[in-house]
């Protein structure tokens, strides 16, 4: 079974703005973003992105906004010899309440099913309360940044103390492939 790296991506991919990125120039990286995902991927995982988009609900932009991107994302990772493996993603806003939300696992579900792999062996890697939330109803294997809003989620929730912290997806990759 192949090993899978899942990310949320505002936040542990790209810096976030006012809480959603909602246009090509305004998707930047993080430092060092682009340079991990890569790493894993030369290192033989899977790279899969599980993201809420609520922009699209509430109108902030479209959804060929959005593949517009991660376009811009994937020929960043193109330069590098890399690509994501599978980007899914939620369009709904909270009040669908739709399983393919975060907190709610259905995206990582889809995932291991379109995969084949096995969500207790994965992590999800993400900076906000529902990407631990979510993770661990799948019965994935939660990590938290301290980019985006993990240094806040770290002070406010309670459940993510005992979640592995790292100060970003560099350091997440580097302990990781150190660790193999």
């Not at 990310?7 to 430092?31: E, Q, S, Y």
């Not at 959005?66 to 939620?90: N, P, W």
Request: proline share 6%; aromatic share 6%.
């Amino acid at each position: 079974m192949e090993k899978m790296v899942i990310l949320d991506r505002d936040g542990v991919i790209n810096h976030v703005v006012d809480d959603d990125v909602t246009t090509v120039d305004g998707w930047d990286p993080i430092p060092g973003s682009i340079e991990a995902i890569n790493r894993l991927k030369k290192a033989g995982y899977l790279v899969t992105i599980a993201s809420n988009h609520t922009g699209i609900a509430r109108g902030l932009y479209t959804e060929e906004e959005l593949q517009a991107m991660h376009e811009k994302m994937q020929r960043m990772l193109a330069t590098r010899g890399a690509s994501v493996d599978g980007i899914f993603y939620c369009p709904h806003g909270p009040e669908a309440n739709c399983i393919c939300r975060k907190p709610k696992p259905g995206l990582l579900f889809k995932i291991a099913r379109e995969f084949g792999i096995d969500l207790s062996q994965t992590p999800l890697v993400g900076d906000n309360i529902s990407d631990i939330q979510a993770a661990k109803m799948a019965n994935a294997k939660p990590v938290l940044v301290r980019t985006g809003k993990g240094e806040y989620v770290m002070q406010h929730f309670p459940e993510a103390l005992d979640v592995p912290v790292y100060d970003d997806l560099a350091h997440f990759v580097r302990e990781t492939l150190r660790r193999k």
